[in-house]
């Protein structure tokens, strides 16, 4: 008999093991296997998924743990979907979505067309600039709380420097106006470095003969640029946009250490809104239906995520 | 758009995949624009609409 994994394994099997499994199929001894993951799933995944849709349909509130639920149908939707400040909470998260993923996909494309090119120190760099990406999202919250300081904050100062403005005559987490911006350049400055990753990946995989197909044919540099460079790092690009817009779609720990959601409710995301609608307000039965609206929007942008993956997988 | 429309009438995945992520983004952008009440109103049935399509869809056969 050959020497295969297969018959390895088999000598390996301890005695009482294989007396105990003989006679069993492949396909049971591979459900064996698979079984406590499968479990695992269901019970962290599924039953949570399939009893928040349950609960979505109720008025259930998890701190009146006597009061029997009540099956009410569509109202916590109806009542969601037509709440003008539920609506304002989606745009403050639109408003945090559209400038970090515009600002990450500039400042990102163009760090990795510069770090694509070879010069000294390239690989040191590019650690430099991954390093915002490895910190803690709660870490990083906190001491950008201290660098916008309007008495010691480093921000503070640096605009002050450039503008001319007294320091301490802005504050950034503070102000009705720029607690928006502070969040966006704060995500911007933590993220850009995964943009700027998927663009050099997106860069990389660029064969050179293209390239010097073009410079037989003669085109310029901003020809190669715009029918090379752009169109094969496209889908990289999109990509990137994905994954940057369901996770900033789901953010929260970073803008509750920052600004906690507001002042008033001006950087209130829809993941901080829901927080507070069901542990704060405990209206659980309203914050289940609200868990579903997002739930299926993320799911929705992930299908097209899987696409985009799938494209690029492709190539 | 020719292809696109002899795709969907011949129940291909493509064109099939690609109006449901139309509809996907549009249910998105409904849920998000500062305009109208109402589109943020309906942008729940939208996005929905769309993504269950996109999961019947992707099991259509391929182009050829």
């Not at chain 1, 259930?60 to 109202?75: H, M, S, V």
């Not at chain 2, 549009?26 to 609409?49: E, K, R």
Request: aromatic share 14%; hydrophobic share 55%.
């Amino acid at each position: 008999m050959t020497d295969t994994i297969a018959n390895r394994a088999a000598k390996a099997t301890p005695q009482k093991v294989a007396r105990k499994i003989k006679g069993l199929s492949d396909r049971a001894i591979a459900w064996i296997f698979v079984a406590p993951t499968i479990f695992l799933l269901l019970a962290i995944n599924i039953f949570p998924l399939i009893w928040t849709i349950q609960l979505s349909f109720t008025n259930y509130k998890a701190n009146r743990l006597n009061r029997e639920p009540e099956f009410i149908g569509l109202r916590n939707y109806e009542r969601i979907l037509t709440d003008s400040d539920i609506w304002l909470n989606m745009q403050a998260t639109a408003h945090f979505l559209f400038w970090t993923i515009a600002l990450q996909v500039l400042i990102g494309f163009t760090l990795a067309w510069l770090i694509n090119k070879k010069f000294k120190g390239n690989d040191l760099w590019t650690t430099i600039i991954v390093l915002p990406m490895m910190l803690s999202p709660a870490v990083v919250g906190n001491f950008w709380k201290f660098l916008y300081q309007p008495q010691i904050g480093l921000f503070n100062y640096i605009v002050a420097f450039f503008t001319g403005k007294d320091p301490s005559s802005f504050e950034m987490l503070g102000s009705v106006q720029l607690a928006p911006w502070s969040i966006v350049i704060v995500d911007t400055w933590m993220w850009t470095p995964f943009v700027m990753l998927i663009c050099l990946a997106g860069l990389r995989s660029i064969p050179d003969y293209i390239y010097e197909a073009a410079e037989v044919d003669r085109a310029s540099k901003l020809r190669q640029f715009f029918t090379i460079t752009i169109p094969m790092v496209l889908p990289f690009l999109m990509l990137a946009v994905l994954f940057r817009g369901i996770e900033n779609f789901k953010m929260f720990d970073l803008v509750v250490q920052l600004t906690g959601g507001g002042p008033g409710s001006t950087t209130e995301l829809t993941s901080i809104n829901l927080k507070r609608e069901a542990f704060e307000k405990w209206r659980t039965g309203y914050a289940s239906a609200y868990a579903i609206i997002l739930f299926v929007t993320v799911f929705g942008l992930a299908s097209i995520y899987v696409k985009a993956l799938n494209k690029v997988k492709e190539r | 758009m020719r292809t696109f429309l002899t795709g969907l009438m011949r129940l291909r995945r493509g064109p099939w995949e690609m109006l449901a992520t139309i509809i996907i983004a549009l249910g998105v952008f409904m849920l998000m624009q500062p305009f109208v009440l109402w589109a943020f109103t309906y942008s729940f049935i939208t996005t929905l609409v769309g993504t269950v399509m996109f999961i019947i869809v992707s099991h259509f056969p391929e182009d050829e």
